[in-house]
């Protein structure tokens, strides 16, 4: 039950001095007018007539302690029984009817009929405006509640713990960041407490009619970008071949391997590696999806030269299906409609897309594609109507007071580590640049989407000579 919608007198008791969370303590009794009615029959109708004046609650329709076999409406605290100068018109019309018998009704209210939000406000201090912000957040990787507390709310960190999980039944485990993604780690990992709950970090994750599975103190994860995942994974067309640098347990591989896209995924942390290998096999992608647990740098041209050899091919057969109870001919048609929709895609020798989703780093990265299609001009476009591959990279942008700043801070982000000027796409340029979501009041993720520059890509790695880029 959300109190913050009703009166002051249904809120739960405050104790801000609370450390040991005390259930016990917010029971309470509230005296209220209530509408009797004998009738069953006439529930539905009385509800209706006193629709304005019925207490907003879960279960406004209860058991009567003065009638057996009567049912009691419960009606707002402005209404008083002893006073009929507070009931309404409808309620005195249908009390002169006999149709209701106003009683009082001890509503009897306990900690499990409270909201999260409830509780907490009730049981933690006031802070300065400039500290106020909800504990009641989290972020929820399968049975996990991950929570980031600032520092004013570290000392009440096991009680808010114990309230997550009391008022949320999904949850089994409750959990607190200690210190920043990547602090202590490689790998996007983080140090951890357990507030609540079971010390269970192996949890099962939906995303995009995908399962995963994996320990989520050991692998990086995070939920509030699945829509960013699904963005990405948009852009993929059948048949194509990507090369997903650091694909973490394959949020982008394994949706876009059941797209029937070619992908390889790589991820240094042998964790990740591990779950990402499940991921496939689970989810049944393996005739798309390979996985590599390799440096993302030395990934980069190893890659394109194992995708020039791997000569793969998936064979996607119709539904059609031959019935032995079929006639000769039936047969002999349902064989030949077999062979005329079977899907057979050849794995591309180079790839269409490379998605470099390590936002803190990722960008670092850029430089390791200069002379990366050396040789092969004839393979791309003008020659061919193959085109070069498209980047997609991640990365941090601090915030500034307009859009247009941000976006050339990360444009100024990208050209200096590729090592080529890039223009916006909004100035005939090839870059595209995608506001993911704000990560910290000051701190934005972006993605910077472009074609790698033949510039870039096709000179010998020795001779590749690095473009003045302005700061």
Excluded at 62 to 77: E, F, M, N, T, Y
Excluded at 244 to 265: H, N, T
Excluded at 296 to 304: D, G, I, M, P, Q
Excluded at 395 to 421: N, R
Aim: net charge negative; proline share 6%.
């Amino acid at each position: 039950m959300d109190t913050s919608i009703l009166p002051s007198i249904f809120w739960p008791t405050k104790n801000q001095s609370m450390r040991d969370l005390d259930r016990p303590f917010f029971n309470k009794s509230i005296t209220l007018a209530a509408a009797t009615v004998t009738d069953p029959k006439q529930i539905a109708g009385v509800r209706k007539a006193l629709s304005k004046d019925v207490l907003v609650f879960s279960k406004p329709i209860r058991d009567s302690p003065h009638i057996a076999g009567a049912k009691c409406v419960l009606l707002h605290s402005r209404i008083v029984t002893a006073d009929s100068t507070t009931w309404p018109a409808a309620l005195k019309s249908l009390n002169e009817e006999g149709v209701v018998h106003v009683h009082n009704y001890d509503l009897k209210l306990g900690y499990e009929d409270y909201s999260m939000q409830s509780i907490l406000d009730a049981i933690l201090p006031s802070m300065p405006e400039d500290e106020q912000e909800t504990p009641a957040g989290f972020a929820q990787v399968g049975h996990v509640a991950h929570l980031n507390l600032r520092r004013q709310y570290l000392p009440y960190k096991h009680l808010i713990g114990q309230v997550l999980l009391d008022k949320n039944p999904q949850i089994r485990t409750v959990i607190n960041k200690l210190l920043d993604v990547g602090t202590e780690s490689a790998f996007r990992t983080f140090p951890y407490e357990v507030l609540a709950g079971d010390d269970d970090l192996d949890v099962t994750v939906s995303e995009s009619q995908c399962t995963f599975c994996f320990n989520f103190g050991k692998v990086y994860w995070n939920s509030r970008l699945g829509t960013e995942h699904a963005r990405i994974v948009d852009k993929f067309s059948e048949g194509e071949a990507v090369c997903d640098l650091m694909a973490g347990v394959g949020p982008f591989a394994v949706p876009a391997g059941k797209r029937r896209v070619f992908v390889y995924a790589n991820d240094l942390n042998p964790d990740s590696f591990a779950g990402l290998q499940d991921a496939i096999t689970r989810n049944k992608v393996g005739d798309f999806v390979q996985g590599f647990c390799d440096d993302a740098r030395t990934f980069v041209h190893s890659s394109a030269k194992r995708l020039q050899r791997d000569f793969r091919v998936a064979t996607i057969p119709p539904k059609t299906k031959i019935s032995r109870t079929m006639s000769r001919e039936q047969q002999a048609e349902a064989e030949a409609k077999i062979i005329a929709e079977t899907i057979i895609l050849r794995q591309p020798t180079s790839f269409d897309h490379y998605v470099m989703n390590l936002p803190a780093s990722a960008v670092e990265f850029l430089n390791a594609f200069k002379g990366l299609l050396h040789g092969r001009e004839d393979e791309f476009y003008p020659y061919t109507e193959k085109q070069l591959p498209w980047i997609h990279v991640h990365l941090f942008q601090a915030k500034c007071p307009t859009t247009e700043e941000e976006h050339a801070g990360v444009l100024a982000t990208v050209s200096k580590h590729l090592g080529h000027e890039l223009k916006p796409a909004y100035d005939n340029g090839e870059i595209e640049l995608f506001d993911v979501r704000l990560v910290a009041p000051n701190k934005r993720m972006y993605c910077a989407s472009f074609r790698l520059p033949a510039e870039i890509a096709f000179p010998s790695p020795k001779t590749v000579t690095t473009q003045s880029v302005q700061p």
